[in-house]
């Protein structure tokens, strides 16, 4: 799975994500991608 469809399937811009990445201003606006996917994860366990 690339990053593209993996922030697809998140509903995050690519493009603001990897902004957010290389900009790294103070701290980062959007959390990691495994942050994310673990907090969607213990939402529904099932799926």
Not at 2 to 16: A, C, D, H
């Amino acid at each position: 799975m690339s990053l593209v469809t993996t922030t697809r399937k998140l509903v995050i811009s690519f493009f603001e994500y990897v902004r957010d990445r290389f900009l790294r201003l103070e701290s980062f606006i959007i959390l990691s991608l495994a942050t994310i996917i673990g907090d969607k994860s213990s939402l529904n366990p099932f799926g």
